[in-house]
């Protein structure tokens, strides 16, 4: 079956310093991929998606890459903001199953000031 | 309203009584999920609907769980005799139609507690 991994939080970082979250995937078909965010008190956002191989996600700085040689869509940053704190889940979307998103387990990010 | 709002957002109940929980997607989206999320951990696909026929419920738990969609538009998750497992935030979501980009619209969710 589809599963998602991704790295445990939580990832405390300074204001302005790069942040990467790894990602990988395991799917029968084509998946297309995706990462959430959960600002606090708030619902599941879509942050970015990428819908087949090699292709480049990216939205409010926060870039990824559809790697199918590794299974891999790793979220960067180059320069974090105290406001990019959030919980952080990978997912993907097999073609097969509609719309059903099968999430990793997210990853806590704290950006201090 | 302009989200997908779910009702209540909070809720407290005994081991064994039943639940009702409510959520009202975006106007014209077609397609309607729910998930769980325990804490600490990623949402849980439970079921999903496409008008009013559930197209997908291979991720209810058991024969307590139970969803409808009577119209098409409004949706409710109901659980039976709740045990203290069950608690969790329940995520509802309504997309265009499926399959289609994979974007989900989410609510806040329900806050379930089963003491």
């Known amino acids: 079956g589809n599963s998602v991994t991704q790295m445990e939080g939580p990832v405390t970082l300074s204001e302005e310093a790069f942040l990467t979250i790894n990602c990988t995937y395991t799917a029968t078909g084509y998946p297309s991929l995706f990462w959430y965010v959960q600002y606090p008190g708030e619902g599941l956002q879509l942050l970015l998606k990428a819908t087949k191989a090699d292709d480049k996600g990216s939205n409010k700085g926060f870039e990824a890459t559809y790697r199918k040689e590794t299974t891999s869509f790793h979220l960067e940053k180059g320069s974090v903001q105290v406001s990019d704190s959030a919980v952080y889940f990978c997912a993907l979307s097999d073609t097969t199953a509609g719309n059903k998103l099968t999430f990793g387990g997210g990853t806590r990010v704290l950006v201090k000031p | 309203g302009a989200g997908v709002s779910q009702t209540p957002s909070n809720k407290v109940t005994e081991k064994g009584k039943y639940v009702e929980l409510r959520c009202d997607p975006i106007s014209g989206h077609t397609a309607l999920y729910w998930y769980r999320q325990s804490l600490g951990q990623g949402p849980e696909f439970l079921i999903y609907?496409?008008?009013?026929?559930?197209?997908?419920d291979s991720g209810l738990p058991n024969d307590r769980f139970f969803a409808v969609r009577p119209e098409g538009s409004v949706s409710t998750l109901k659980i039976q005799r709740t045990e203290r497992g069950d608690s969790a935030v329940y995520l509802c979501?309504?997309?265009?139609?499926?399959?289609?980009?994979?974007?989900?619209?989410f609510g806040e969710g329900s806050r379930l507690t089963v003491l």
């Open positions: 609907f496409q008008g009013t026929g559930a197209a997908d």
């Open positions: 979501a309504s997309s265009f139609r499926s399959p289609g980009t994979g974007e989900l619209f």
